[in-house]
Structures are given as C-alpha cells and as structure tokens.
C-alpha cells in the first residue's frame, strides 16, 4: 500500500536519491560494522534531506540492512521520511570522450519486497561469461566470484529481467548518469557514440546531472535522428555519497572545490512517494528545481504573511453533529483545485475563505454566503458557523459565517473572482467602470512606489500628475466660459430687433424728460425774528444734508474696500497656487534633474513676500468693520451714520408739525425740487453707465453698435480660438504623463511577448487623445431643434451629416481639431443642404432656453469631448471600441490578474474556465496559471480538467455533500496520490480516454 498523509499536496522537499550506505559493494567509505550503521540511521536522522534512494551495485542488500537498522534505531524515522532501493547497474557501452562505461540506475517502490527485487537481480544476465560459456547472473554468488566492478549488462537484459519479474505494471524507474564518471553524454565526434547515448536516452526515464543539464533533457529534439522526437525528461542530482565525509559535505547541501560546484541540492515538488516521482516525470519542467532554494519556496518564506495555510471551518459549538461544517484543511502555496460534482460544497469553500480573507469582492456576488442559500432566514444558520484563515506567520483572522467584510476599512488579504463578479463586469456593453476598476487596479500594480505621491489607486495618481494640467484646462473652460457668455451677448447685438428696441426705448426716454413736471416755484417766507423753530429745521436739515453725502460716501467706500479685499483674497489665492505650481514643477523635475546632477532647488527659488499684503488686509478689514458701523441702521449712534439720520429726521418731521403753513409750503417745495433735479439725473444718465436705463446710456450703445461691435465681436473669437489651442495644447502634455506612469507596465508586457505569441493571445498597451464620439454626438444634436431649417435638419440626416464630419479629422493634431472646428461652424451658419448655400443663423437652429447658446458654445469650444486615454488592444481589438464578447473580457480579466498583476496575496477564482472553450483553457490560461503560482498562491474552484490537470495543480480537494445531513467534507491531497487520482478522474469532465496527452497524470491500478 502506498503511504498517505500529505493533505497539502505537492510541496518541494530536498531529495537525494544516490546515496551509498555502509556495506556498499564498492568504494565502501564506512566501514560495515554495527555502529556505522547506527551512525548512519542517525545522519539520515539530522539531514533536511527528506526522500533518499538508498543505492548499490547490483544489489539490495545494504537497501534491507538499513530499513533492519531504521527498526532497530529510529523506527519513527521510516514515516517521517522516504527511502527507495536503487540499484546500480554497469552497461556494457562506452558514450563518453573517456570511454567509460555508461551507468544507470533502477529506482523501485519502496513498497516492492525483497523477494521480487532478488528475484529480477537472478534474472538479470550480465554480459560476462562464466568458463561454461553461460553468463553470469547478478546474484550474490555470482557477483562475488566475478567481482562487482567487473559485472557489465546491458539494456537489452535489463528489460528482459524486469519485464520477467513485473509484468506490464512498472513500480521502477531507470536514471542514466548524464555526464560525469559513467556519464552517458557522448563524444560530439563520435557518431557511433552519439547514437548509443541517444539509444540509452530513451531507455531512461531520468537523469542524474547538474542544474546546467536541465534544458538539454527538457528538448524534444536532441536525438540525432531529427525525425525521431524525444521526451522531455527530468534532471535530478545526487550526492553519491559513499562516507560520513561524504555525508557531511554533500548530503542536502552544495560543494564547491577549487571554485567548480561540484555537488548541488535537488529540491522534488511532490509525495515523497513513488508515484511522486512518477508526478515528476509527468512535469519534468516544474516538478524538479536543483540549487539553493526554488522560487516559490523563497516567496513563501519571505512573505508568509502573504500564504493561507489552513482553514478551519465548524460550527460554534464544537462538537454539533450532525454539521455542515467540521473541516480543517492545509493549504498548499502554489495551485490549489477545488473539485466536486454540482452542490458538493467546492464553491461554498472558496466563498468561505474570502469572506475570512476579507476580499473585498461584494456580498452579493458570491455563490453559497447569500440570503438565498446558507445565510437564508436572516442568517440563523450562517450564524452558528465561524472560520479560521491561519497564515503561515501563524497569525490567523476569524469570521463568522453570517457576518460581511468591512471593505472600507479591512485590508484586503485575498483577491477572490466569484464567477458571478466575473459575468458581472465582463456581460455589459463596453467598458463598465467595474471593469475598469479591475483592469486599473493591476495596471497600478506596476506603479514603482517611490512614483505613486502618496496615492492608493491609479485614478488618484493620474489625478495628482494631472493636477497643474487639469487645473490650466479648468482655468482655461473658465475663461472660455466668460468669453462665450460675451460673445453670445455680442452677437445678440447684432439682431436688427435689438437696435430697433434700443431707439424705441430712447425716445421713450426722451419723451419721458420732456414731460417731467417741474416743480412750481415758491418763494422763502420771510423771516421772522422769534422765529426759532424755522431756523432749527433749516439747521437740521442741513446736517440731513451732509449726513446723507457722508452715507452715501460711505456706502461708496464701502462697496471699493470689499472689491479691495475681493482682489487681495484673489492675489494671496493666485501667489498660493504659484507657490504649489513652483513646488510640484520642482517635486516633478527633480528625478530627471538627478541623472544630471542638477538640484533645482538652487536654480528656481520663489519668495513670497506677504507682509505688504497682510497690512493691507489688516487695514482694509479694519476700514469695512468701520464702514458697517457707519452703516449699521441699528448700532450706536455715536458711530452709526444711518441712525444719526433718522433720529434727526424725526427732529425734523417733529419742528415740522409746529411751524406756519409758509414755512410748511417752502419746505415742501424744497423737496419737490430736489426729487425734480433727481429723476431729471437719472433720466440723462452719465457718460459710461451701461445700463442702458437712461438717455445717455443709450446714445452710447447705439453708437457702440454702429462703430466697435463688428470689430469686438472678432476679437472675442479670436480669443476664444485662441483658448481652445491652449486647451488641447495642455491635453497633448498630458500624453507624456500617462506614458510615464503604463511605461513599466508596458516594458512588463515587451518582456513577455515571447510567451503571448505562443499562446496567440497578444495585448499591448497605447495611449493618445480619444474622441467620445457618442457622447458628443448626443450631447451636440441635444441642444438642437432638428425640426428648424439648416444642415442638421431631422435626426437620421443629421447624426450622418455630424458623422460624416467627425470621421474627417485627425484629432490627435491641433490642425485636425481646429479644421473640425471650422467645419461643423461653417455647417451651423450656412445650409449644407440647400444649392445656395443660404446664410443660417445659429440661434434659429437651437432649442429654447436660458443660456443654451453660451452652453452650446462651451462644448463645441471647449474640448471636453477630447481626453487622452490609455487603449488595451488585445488580439487586434480596442478594448473602448465595444468589440470584446463576454468571454474575451473574462478572458482579458483572468490575464490581467495572472500574467500581469504584481499582487501577491492569495487569488481565488470560482471557475475561471467558464464561457472559454478547452482549446482557449488550454492556450490562454493554462501557460500563465503555471507562471503565476511561482510567487503567488492560487486557489481555483473547477470542473474542467485541463485546468487542474494540465496546469499541474500542487493540490486537490474534493469537496462531497452527504445530502440527507447536510454535512460536506473535504479530502485534499496531490494529484499524484492514488485516492485523490481517482476523485479527480471521477468528477471531473469525461473519462479517462478523454484525457489524452494528459492522462499520463492519471496513475492506472
């Protein structure tokens, strides 16, 4: 029976299987006595080698002395690590330059007897001829008279006798030595020679070598028969230690004499079983590493809080039966499937470990932890279920089954892609923003840290590099917004109808004049000696008077101090923004100033001297808080002009009451005057007053009309041209930008082209200025009235006419835009559509409403429809141009995360095979699932078996449900045990024929 035990699948162990022990037929170093070999128990005790291949002559005898001396000594040792016979054979050829004869060995299960093992070293005849002319056979006797560096057989004979001994099943496999002493590696100007290497090459199914030799035997075209193709074969070393010395100095280790690595580590990926190393022929690529450390074991190792290494799962009261829940269950670090048939529980494991992993993947996109299964009734069942995610720091994170991750503030420890998110994002039309999140999530990955400014996401990076860009364009939209509410106010001035209204209103104005009454005059009384009354209200209404020049004085002052602090707030804003502009050009520059030794530091220096500033701000606050004193109708009356007035008007209205009627009638007359001489100033106006509400106002505009407009009205469009220029110049800046930050991202994706063309599947990366065409389109024919006369007269000619013009420019040059300009101008003020051209004006042709024709003119002028963009072209095809199906955004998806993605927590994906057929599985995602868990654990839940097969997953677990109890188990295991062999075959899609080229993994009874 085979051993068991190795829950976590394949991992890498340190193997040696060349290892002489005491009583070695040949180059015995130990010396056979009883304490060598009790020595020896206790160095194969200490050493971190794991798997050894205890090996001889032609014969097992020292290989059985041991397993007696493991009993004897350390019968532990025989479960806690792997010992294979290993018989080594002389043949009767020479390949190499020294003409030595090739040596092989026969590696058996561990679990083959004594008696079969005997039983093939009886049948195998060397090519020594005993004086009877028969041949010796490789059995003790024999070997002993012969003598053991005399025997010498041949390949012929030693597949005769194992073929004799075992039949069709094959519980050995034959190592040739590769080079060396007894190396197999032929003399290149011998062709004899080559092909009898090429002949023991192919009777082999590894070799012993160095790390050097690895890609000669992974060829498929060494043979020097170029039509015969060769088998990728494994390379594993070997210590042949032959002494304690040798032991010390080579056992799990590297040694190195004179400079020349002379013996190095083998590191084996899988059971230390015998089907683990049939594992390893199957993956001669991946299965074997030999040097100091394998990758993926030094990712493990220097980032362990990146690695699951177990999840438990139960109920909250230990000890429940039944339970849908009683699982622990080791995590392997690299490829992990997750098996079982429809409802066994495999999804609901992957749902279980990102909600411990708090993914940050939504509630409802996972497949068992919703309301409609496992949490269903408010979550009473999923209540009584927690789980523990154990890293392999040993720190672990806990959760309940009902509860969700909190993903604003949880650190997200695991990346999970729930078939149901994939459908998601990859079934809308074009680019959903949750795609592009996903997709910007991985591009910002390669971001180095030292360039992200503080940032945690692409969108915010782009945002701070853009900022002086976008803040100019801003300050620029803001401009032209200004300009086009003045030209649009200009060109309202041009309509006969406005001039006509202004004449009208002018001889209103003047008519209005004509026949303001004036007041009739009434002459002073005359004065009277005791008159004392009269004179205080002629007193008091002088100070009126000269209060009411000081009020409106001060509310003149008043209005000048706030725009005086309006401007000053305006300066320290523009001087602060200088300062930030100044300091995020240096911060910007400085990297490139480094690589010339320049600090610009020393060359640009800006000092803002505020002092001035801020006495005036000092002062002028000081001179508004005066002013509202003064102002203020219900402050004190020593301060408050306003309340002097008033109470002195009363003083006024009180004397009135008292005095003669002459005086009453005088006084009157005196503000009938007043109010004459008023209405008549504000009828004539002041030269200046653009108010157009007085008879100078409008003999000025009337003249403006006539003189300046035309000339105005130029110079504003050219201004406004002008700021578009400046617009789509800071545009075209911000190409270099967005090149800087996708550079490394694009060098990443140069580098792997190689890889990408034999998949077929090719992505590159672009970036320049796009047209959201559609958005224009609809944005552009909105704030027209298709029904009115002119070129985009009804809504079918006029989205053809608007694409006719779009489809005619270059955009990404300013000519281009500026042309495009000019066109769809010239299609505004002039009919297309009719022989004579006819003269269209623009407001005839726009929808009603307030400030349409301004907001018309800020879209068509302010670019806002021209944005520099990255493009994702994968297999020929713009990703922004809606041409993707579902399955090739899922497809795009999966290869951003596992190709591209420098992420290293743990990425779990349920089904990622879905809407792909097998050959896509097979060329899209197999070559990078293989690449990827290198250096970042994988977890796929799957059915389709040229994921979990040809990918060579490190582990399986098969997850079953028992139906009538509700209780699912999982038993996880290597591809290469025999029990999980079998459950993989079973559930997975097809039988075994189905397999094909793959169904060497699959071990047969």
Known sequence: MAKSGFPRG?????????VHPPGSKLSDGYKDTEASWKKFVQTLRDSDVEVFGITDYFSVESYFTLRDKIEKYDKKLLDEKSFFPNIEL?????????????????IFDEYCTRKELE??????????????STHYRCTSDDLDELGYATACTSMANVDKALKSTFGDTKPYVIVAASNGHGGMRADTKSPRKMNLSDEVDKFSDMFFGRAQDKDYFLKTDRYEDKKIESTSKPVIAGSDSHSFEDCEKFLGKQYTKAGVLEKDITWVKADPTFEGIRQVINEPRERVFIGVTPRALVEVTETKSRYIDSISIGHVSKGTKPAWFDSTIPINPELTAIIGKKGSGKSALADVIALTGKSHTLPENYSFLIEKKFRKKGGVQAKSYEATLTWVDTKNDKANLNENVAIESAQEKVKYLPQKFVETICGEDGVSDLFQEEIDKVIYSYVPEEDRLGTTKLSELVKIKGDVIDQTIEDLRATLKDTNFDIVSLESKQSPSYRAKLQKKLEEKNRELTNLPIPKEVKPPKEKKDDIKSKSIETFSAQADKLDKAIESARGDLTVTNNRLANLSKIEASLATLGTKVKECIEKLQPEADSIGVDLSKIVTLEIKDSSLEKAKEKLTKDKEDLAKQLNPDGPKTTSLVKQRVDLQKQVDDLMKEVDTDVKLYRQYQTDLKDYETKKAKLIGKKGDKSLENITSLEEELKYLENDLVEDLSKKAKKRLGITKSIFTELSKKIQFYSDIYNPLAKFIEREKEEQTKTGNILRFDVGIAFAKQIFTDTFLGFLNLAKDGSFQGKESAQKVLKSILDRFNYSEEKGVLAFLADLTSHLITHKGEANLSPMSVDSQLREGEHVKANFYDLV???????????????????????????????????FYLLIDKSNIPLIMDQPEENLDNESVFTLLVPYIRKVKQRRQIIIVTHNPNLAVVCDAEQIISATMNKKTNEITYVSGGIENPALNK??????????????IRDSKYIRG
Not at 868 to 893: M, Q, R, T, W
């Open 119 to 132: 039983k093939f070293l009886s049948l195998l005849e060397t090519v020594n001829k005993k004086g009877d």
């Open 983 to 996: 459950r993989v075959v079973d559930v997975l899609e097809g039988t075994l024929p189905a397999f094909d």
């Open 10 to 18: 394949s991992i890498w162990r340190k193997w040696d299987l060349h």
């Open 861 to 895: 002028y302010g670019l806002e429809y021209l944005d520099v963009k990255y493009k994702i072209i994968f297999n020929d095809k713009d990703l922004n141009d809606n041409e993707f199906s579902p399955g090739e955004k899922g497809a795009l998806l999966l290869i």
């Open 90 to 106: 002389r043949l009767d050829i020479n390949t190499n330059p020294n003409s030595e004869e090739v040596n092989i060995h026969i």
